[in-house]
């Protein structure tokens, strides 16, 4: 049973709002039938400090309408993230006229001040998937044998591709992972003469890291 005690509320629009829409003291049909009630919330939607929307997109899929009256009753500044949205700026001129569009009559924790919303924009992001395919060897017992073999982006570098077509390399998209076995390879066949203090990623990061926090 989850109560108000709980910082982190985690739910899909239309279980959220139908938990936190519950007027207390009144028997949901799961309480009638007997079965236990696992999402019950206390207070409403004003105890939200702040609202994460991850794929914000959904707002044109099936429980679309459920996220926009959550987006609408909550008061609480609001997060929402999306991969895959083409018209970002309509998406901000809509939260911007819902967010401050609250009713006239008797508001209730209506902010003072018309709510700002920022739009950011990020074109790359950070990729943590790796690579992997299936590679066939033949074992001891003389039975071939599959396997998954790590694939490195620079795989699909070739010298031809590094020397005319530079802009490929800014779309090798590595993992943590891809970037330490390319520092050890650079490495292990550059002299140490080429390569600069901050190419190692020990020094590099350490610039960034105060190591007392």
Known sequence: EV????????????????SISKVR?????????GEREFMVLDG????????????VHTLNGPEGDALQRIIKAC??????????????NQLRNWFSTVRNDHIDALAV???EK????????????????????IAEAEGKDGKLKQKLVKLHPVAAMTPDRLKN????????????????????????????????????????????????K
Request: net charge negative.
């Open 114 to 133: 018309p709510e700002e919303v920022i739009l950011k924009e990020h074109f790359a992001r950070f990729i943590n998937l790796q690579r992997y395919v």
């Open 44 to 55: 409403g939607y004003h105890q939200f400090d702040y609202l994460v929307l991850d794929e």
């Open 165 to 212: 077509q530079p802009e490929l390399i800014g779309g090798l998209s590595m993992t943590p992972s891809d970037l330490m076995d390319l520092w050890k390879r650079m490495r292990a066949i550059f002299p140490s003469t080429v390569l600069e203090d901050l190419d190692d990623p020990d020094k590099f990061f350490a610039q960034y890291v105060d190591e007392s």
């Open 3 to 18: 109560t108000g005690d709980a910082q982190v509320y985690i739910g899909t629009p239309k279980a959220l709002e139908r």
């Open 109 to 111: 924790d209506v902010p």
């Open 75 to 88: 008061n609480c500044p609001v997060l929402a993230l999306s991969a895959t949205i083409g018209n970002a």
């Open 25 to 33: 003291g009144v028997a949901g049909e799961e309480m009638t039938k």
